[in-house]
């Protein structure tokens, strides 16, 4: 879990003057998206993801893979479930249908 959050160090994409925490420095104003340092410009929405879903050799999508294996023991013969970790294609990129709010968006959505 918590693997969501941004992966640059020094740079705030959502804050006015960069890394730093100053947020009221010489008269700057409190803008809700702001823009990072150049002309690049932080929106606050996130449109694709990467997915978690595994294509196997047959072309089959899921998160996990299971292969049923025959395991005699004293005689008896006794069906486990063995996880499938080899051979697994990730899906990739998915595009959400709905927008989400980026993680590290610094603003209140609902005040109570």
Not at 10 to 39: C, H, I, M, N, Y
Not at 61 to 66: C, I, K, V
């Amino acid at each position: 879990m918590g693997g969501s959050g941004s992966k640059v160090k020094g740079a705030w994409p959502f804050a006015g003057s960069g890394a730093g925490g100053d947020s009221g420095s010489e008269g700057q104003e409190d803008q809700s998206v702001a823009r990072l340092k150049g002309t690049r410009k932080a929106t606050p929405f996130i449109f694709t993801r990467r997915s978690s879903l595994y294509y196997d050799e047959d072309g089959d999508l899921a998160h996990e893979f299971y292969e049923e294996t025959v395991v005699t023991k004293n005689g008896r013969k006794r069906s486990k479930l063995k996880r499938i970790q080899k051979n697994l294609i990730p899906q990739g990129i998915v595009k959400l249908n709905h927008p989400r709010i980026h993680v590290d968006f610094p603003v209140i959505l609902c005040e109570v």
